[in-house]
């Protein structure tokens, strides 16, 4: 079975660019979440999804940040403008629910460099 | 706000020795997992822990939720160079409903390095 799939894995740009990251969960997982990790910490979480409804997105700086995640599937996040700040490596999830034990299987994350 | 404290930060030590990493927080957790991530790679999932007092084992990696769920460790035993990672512990909220309700509170992590 195919794991959570993003893409870039690495991305370049440089300040007041837009970025955008993708991310395609586990067949059959309606719980998706996107991360953002800085080097040799926890991840914390922008945004959880429950099929296409965003549940919890009181950590997304939503003046800069958006996702979506059109038809519970695939998901987008968005940084416009992007600040040197902002240099993180993002990171999505996906888990069968939030019930089922809360177990979240990861994807190997986009490493974002803004200069 | 739910925060799990993770001790060491940072861990250095040779091939062979046995090694504990503590997680603990002033919050009761209804579970709890741990995570080892590679450089360059997402967090990979080691071991759910439900039951207060609960020991697991996996291979050479032995964890433990504490009794009162607010605690847990790791314990490697004949460390290995292969066991190198960043180890994070994660809990989920003890209550069900609102935003909380699948939401993760993980630690700030501990990088361990085993020597050759």
């Known amino acids: 079975e195919a794991g959570v799939v993003q893409s870039p894995r690495y991305k370049i740009i440089e300040k007041k660019q837009p970025v955008a990251f993708w991310c395609n969960p586990i067949s059959g997982h309606n719980t998706l979440y996107w991360y953002r990790q800085n080097l040799g910490q926890g991840p914390e979480l922008l945004i959880r999804y429950e099929n296409e409804e965003a549940v919890d997105d009181s950590q997304l700086p939503k003046d800069r940040f958006s996702a979506e995640r059109l038809k519970g599937v695939d998901s987008t996040l968005k940084i416009q403008p992007a600040e040197l700040g902002d240099s993180a490596v993002y990171l999505c999830a996906s888990s069968l629910g939030p019930g089922m034990g809360y177990e979240q299987y990861f994807g190997p994350g986009t490493r974002l460099t803004v200069t | ?116």
């Open chain 2, 1 to 116: 706000t739910q925060l799990l404290e993770q001790s060491p930060q940072f861990l250095s030590i040779q091939e062979g020795e046995n090694l504990t990493v503590y997680c603990n927080s002033s919050s009761v957790f209804s579970s709890l997992q741990w995570y080892r991530q590679e450089p360059g790679e997402g967090p990979v999932l080691l071991v759910t822990v439900v039951t207060g007092g609960e020991v697991k084992k996996l291979k050479r990696l032995t964890f433990q939720f504490g009794d009162a769920r607010k605690d847990s460790s790791l314990h490697i035993t004949a460390a290995q160079p292969g066991d190198t990672g960043l180890y994070l512990c994660a809990g989920a909220p003890s209550g069900a409903g609102g935003t909380s309700y699948g939401k993760l509170t993980f630690g700030q992590g501990t990088i361990l390095t085993v020597h050759p």
